[in-house]
Every structure is written in C-alpha cells, then in structure tokens.
C-alpha cells in the first residue's frame, strides 16, 4: 500500500494556466515533505515543508503544508513550457524509515 | 509495481571504514542512480549507470566509487568513510525512454551515520 499518493498523474494545460499539484501521505513519524521537479537526470529541489499552514514560495512557485489533513499541494501560476516535467514529492518519515516518493505528476505545458 | 530495496535503512560506521551500500531493482531498468539527500540540499546526484559495467560521475563523486556487474544490482563504495559523508543515500532507477516518461523510482534510502 502506497503511503504517499500523488494526484493526478498526469495534466495537460496551456501556457498561462494555473496548475494545482496534490500529495497525500500517511501517518507514521512524519518529519518533512519534500517537492522535486524532474526533467534531467537528478531531480531538482523545489521546497521542504515542516510546518502546516505556512506556504513557502519560490517565483511561480509555491507550496503548502495541511498536517492536520495529510497532504500539500504545489501551486505553478502562469505556466510556461519550461514548468513541463515530472514533479515528485516525497516524505521524510525520519530515523530508520526512510524516504518515500510519491510516483509523480507528469505535467505538460502546451504552447 | 517497481520495487528497489536497499541493502540497509540505517547504518553506523567509523571513519575510515569501507562501506557499501546495495541496490537491487526488479524491474529490469537498464539505468540506476546514487543520490545523496541532506537537509537544504535536496537531492544530489553522486553516480549513475545506464548499463551494466558503465558508470558516470554525477555531480558529487569525490569520494565514491560505484559498481555495476549486474543489471538489476547497482553499489555504491565509500572507499574511507569520513563524517562529512553521514546522509540519506538514495538508489533510483528508470528505464530508457524520453526524459518526460523517463520516471525514476527510489529505493527507501539508508541513513549512513559516519562516526
């Protein structure tokens, strides 16, 4: 059973939509979440969340955290062909629990 | 589903120690990847393999070696661990394809302590 889930797998937008990504996760010793874009070889770090309800933000870019509710989303206004690529999100569980991805949010801009 | 298991999730070593760390993918993926993630970083990628006995550095290989004799196994050597290298070592893999599908997916990483 998966214990982070990402939706959807998959979206098609146009250039200059706003797109709403979504992670949800379970329970377990939770200690952060973690968003990635990839679209080379190394996923490329986005944000760390750890505390609920403070959004962090980053130019087109922002994130937030609902620990209350179990999951974050990952925001992306005014879409540009350059924002097309998997975005992954992962939980920190901490100790010896590891790191857990989601399977990822293939997102496609079209011009 | 892909499964890629690491050797150990949490693991204590002294400095100057040899260690490996070992990934296993059962999906017959031809590429394999070493990540190390520490907090403020993200993820950075040590070595990858798109093939069996054929490696490339990453960004970060100073101090690691990395083997490949099989597909499915992909090893990561600390020649002489030092504390510099206490982190979270993730494994991925991914088949071959275009960058947009080329999905890559994560073992559960192991903690490396380096005492």
Known sequence: EDKVVQSPLSLVVHEGDTVTLNCSYEVTNFRSLLWYKQEKKAPTFLFMLTSSGIEKKSGRLSSILDKKELFSILNITATQTGDSAIYLCAVDWGGADGLTFGKGTHLIIQP | ?115
């Open chain 2, 1 to 115: 589903d892909v499964k890629v298991t690491q050797s150990s999730r949490y693991l204590v070593k002294r400095t100057g120690e040899k260690v490996f760390l070992e990934c296993v993918q059962d999906m017959d993926h031809e590429n394999m990847f070493w990540y190390r993630q520490d907090p403020g970083l993200g993820l950075r990628l040590i070595y990858f393999s798109y093939d069996v006995k054929m490696k490339e550095k990453g960004d970060i290989p100073e101090g690691y070696s990395v083997s490949r004799e099989k597909k499915e196994r992909f090893s990561l050597i600390l020649e002489s661990a030092s504390t510099n290298q206490t982190s979270m070592y993730l494994c991925a893999s991914s088949p071959p394809g275009r960058l947009l599908t080329d999905t890559q997916y994560f073992g559960p990483g192991t903690r490396l302590t380096v005492l």
